[in-house]
C-alpha cells in the first residue's frame, strides 16, 4: 500500500492535481478506494469512487472530463466536483491483457487543458497494475520499486528540461512542457531522451527555441 500512495503521490505532482485516487473493482464489480492523496478528500466520497473513475474502471478506457462546467454527462459529479473546487479530470486505466481492473483518477483545480503530462500518468497506472497483480515475490517486489524509481527519475529529468525551457524561453512551465513534447515529436525522439540532452547541454536550447518557431 505504501508503495501505491508513493506512486499515486508522484502522479499528483506530475499533472499539478489537486487529488488523486487509486480505485479497483472486485469480483462483484464493486469499487473500492485503494488510494488517495491527499487522504483528506476521501470525506468526499460522491468524488473518491466519481462517475469518471468508474467508467474508466469498468472499461479499461482513459476517460476525461476537460471542464465540469462544460460537461453534461454526469450530474451528480459536476456537483460533486464543484463542491470540492475541482474543475478537471483525468481516469486512467489499470488493464491487466483484456481485463479492466481500477483506474487512476487525477482532479485538477482548473481545466485539464493540453499541457499536463498525460502520457507519465498512463505509465504509473500500469505500474500500480504490476504491482496490484505480481505475487509477493521479494524479487518481484524490487523489480515493481525499481521500475517506479526509474518512472520518477525520468520524470525528474523532464521537469529539470522543462524549467530549463521555460527560463530560456520566458514561458510557464506547462508550456514549456509543451514545447519539450513538440521538440521531441518533431526529431522522432521520447521526451525523456531529450530532456536528458538539454540537460547534459544547455546550449542546444536555442536551437531547439528556433526550431519550434519556425513556419
Not at 19 to 44: E, K, N, Y
Not at 59 to 75: C, E, F, K, M, Q
Request: net charge negative; glycine share 4%; hydrophobic share 50%.
Amino acid at each position: 500500500v505504501v508503495a501505491l500512495e508513493r506512486l499515486v503521490a508522484h502522479a499528483v505532482d506530475c499533472v499539478d492535481a489537486s487529488l488523486g485516487v487509486l480505485l479497483i473493482s472486485d469480483a462483484d464489480d464493486t469499487m473500492h478506494v485503494l488510494a488517495a492523496i491527499p487522504d483528506s478528500h476521501v470525506r468526499h466520497a460522491d468524488l473518491a469512487s466519481s462517475a469518471p473513475a468508474v467508467e474508466s474502471a469498468r472499461h479499461g478506457s482513459i476517460v476525461l472530463v476537460d471542464d465540469v462546467t462544460d460537461d453534461n454527462r454526469w450530474p451528480r459529479f459536476n456537483e460533486s466536483a464543484t463542491a470540492a473546487g475541482i474543475r478537471g479530470a483525468r481516469a486512467f486505466p489499470l488493464r491487466l491483457e483484456q481485463r479492466a481492473l481500477g483506474s487512476l483518477t487525477l482532479y485538477t483545480a482548473e481545466p485539464w487543458g493540453t499541457a499536463r503530462n498525460s502520457v507519465t500518468a498512463q505509465t504509473l497506472a500500469d505500474l500500480a497494475t504490476i504491482v496490484l497483480t505480481q505475487a509477493p515475490a521479494p524479487a518481484r517486489q524490487r523489480t515493481s520499486a525499481a521500475q517506479l524509481n526509474a518512472v520518477l527519475a525520468e520524470q525528474a529529468v523532464l521537469d529539470q528540461a522543462a524549467g530549463m525551457l521555460a527560463q530560456t524561453a520566458r514561458v510557464s512551465i506547462p508550456a514549456a512542457f509543451q514545447l519539450l513534447l513538440r521538440a521531441a515529436r518533431s526529431q522522432r525522439l521520447r521526451p525523456a531522451v531529450l530532456a536528458s540532452r538539454i540537460t547534459m547541454d544547455p546550449q542546444s536550447l536555442t536551437a531547439i527555441i528556433d526550431v519550434l518557431e519556425r513556419p
